[in-house]
């Protein structure tokens, strides 16, 4: 039934109007329709975005914002912490109905409070399972207990594929906006780089909003996806989705990419993806520290080598000296993204080659990706760690060089972004210091002032590490 009263949806990480149930919901249920979105950089149950991530967020706003435009409804902006606003918007316009897409971790004890808020203002809420195919702390195994192994976990879940719900069209109308209710400019949020401006290569290289996610899983679907199973590793390819900021912010659902991936039969390493994307929800929603807190308690004791600026900066520049890494870690910060190889890669080498806590990694991605999120990006580092949840064995560290070698056999991915290595020979390109001094001068190159030399030895830097976890599970 319609009420008098207006109703309001909250848009969070669910900026889109297709395959929104809150939303679909929230029409149906009011004259008006109060349609919200809360920055909130208090901390409060949700972590303040990097700049990256704020970059984008300016733009899928923008975008939406056009979008509503269009259909003759308006973005309410508001800055503030949401436990304070959302009940403010209530009590000014006597919405009786309040909706929203849930939240996870810590997040859910902050809905929880607003939830209580908006009760004593008369307003009833009703939340919905929107961004993920299986509802995060639904799938357990058969113990009533989290799975910590992601091969379990995903039989698991695809034993439950039925229960993926089917994709919701975006709503045909939307009620107008209730008269007198206000917001600030997208403008005004302040989340735009200022001096210096850091954002031209993000502005080439992506369309955030929800048009710019539909072309990308088309594009994706049309062409990439018939070689991701085997060329997915190779960064120079372009042939993975790059999907994951548009999911991120919840542009597209997952369940619009299920359901256009059915009956596909090259898709199922890259549904294995999206599986691991789920796993990492469900294992936030049980450990919501997930970006500070060690998921496997030994790795509390580890001998992490004493902070070094030099080192951490020349990691996060790119230029540690070893190709590769220094790559990707140049195409973080040219593109907000990188390659999914890539980063396991960069990530391997502070933390085993450099001895460094993987939460400054784990920070330094968070600042810096268009996708960081609450889950994936502390859950990706700590796998790679060794301390998280069916984890990468921390004795398996990667040799930057022969990675190089394996997945970027021509050196097209380090040339583009490495660009001073451009004229090296192929045999030299992934460790140019094996060079002659000959072959490095027909290169045009002087290591230590065109390149730097290695910041550590790998043989050295491994057999540091192997001895640091052998020290953490003798309990020194």
């Not at 009533?144 to 089917?166: N, T």
């Amino acid at each position: 039934m319609v009420s008098d009263s207006p109703a309001l949806f909250w848009f969070r990480d669910d900026l889109r109007l297709a395959d929104n149930p809150g939303l679909a919901a929230a029409c149906e249920a009011g004259r008006h329709l109060i349609l919200l979105h809360v920055l909130d950089d208090s901390g409060d149950g949700t972590r303040p975005l990097g700049g990256a991530s704020r970059w984008w967020l300016h733009h899928s706003l923008k975008s939406l914002s056009a979008d509503l435009a269009e259909a003759g409804q308006t973005l309410i902006l508001r800055q503030g912490q949401a436990r304070d606003v959302v009940p403010e918007i209530v009590r000014q316009t006597g919405a009786r109905r309040a909706f929203w897409s849930r939240r996870y971790g810590h997040a859910r004890a902050l809905d929880a409070g607003i939830e209580t808020a908006l009760a004593k203002h008369g307003c009833e809420t009703t939340a919905f399972a929107a961004n993920h195919l299986f509802e995060p702390g639904t799938i357990r195994n058969a113990d009533d207990k989290p799975f910590k192994v992601f091969s379990a976990f995903w039989r698991a879940a695809r034993r439950r594929e039925r229960d993926i719900r089917p994709a919701i069209e975006r709503p045909r109308t939307i009620p107008p906006p209730f008269p007198g209710i206000s917001g600030a400019s997208i403008e005004h949020l302040g989340l735009l780089p200022t001096a210096p401006d850091w954002a031209g290569g993000l502005r080439e290289a992506w369309q955030p909003g929800e048009d710019g996610a539909k072309a990308r899983l088309m594009a994706f679907v049309d062409g990439r996806l018939a070689d991701y199973a085997d060329r997915r590793d190779f960064p120079a390819e372009p042939v993975t989705s790059m999907l994951s900021p548009h999911l991120r912010f919840g542009e597209i659902g997952p369940a619009q990419i299920w359901r256009t991936l059915a009956g596909n039969d090259t898709a199922d390493k890259f549904r294995s993806e999206l599986g691991w994307r789920e796993f990492a929800w469900h294992v936030l929603d049980e450990a919501p520290d997930l970006a500070t807190g060690n998921l496997v308690a030994d790795f509390d004791r580890f001998p992490w080598a004493a902070p070094d600026k030099a080192l951490l900066h020349a990691w996060r520049k790119g230029l540690t000296g070893y190709p590769i890494v220094d790559a990707g870690m140049r195409q973080l910060w040219q593109t907000g993204w990188m390659h999914n190889r890539v980063r396991m890669v960069v990530a391997s080498f502070l933390t085993r080659h450099l001895l460094t806590d993987w939460r400054r990694g784990e920070e330094w991605f968070w600042d810096t990706l268009v996708d960081a999120d609450p889950a994936n990006n502390p859950f990706g580092w700590q796998w790679v760690a060794g301390s998280g949840f069916d984890a990468q064995p921390y004795f398996r560290i990667f040799n930057p060089v022969l990675q190089g070698k394996k997945f970027d056999p021509d050196g097209a991915y380090v040339r583009h972004y490495v660009p001073e290595l451009a004229k090296m020979p192929d045999r030299f390109l992934h460790e140019p210091w094996a060079a002659s001094p000959i072959e490095l001068q027909a290169a045009g190159m002087t290591l230590g002032d065109d390149y730097p030399e290695p910041i550590v030895d790998h043989g050295q830097a491994r057999a540091r590490a192997l001895a640091a976890h052998q020290a953490m599970r003798q309990g020194n």
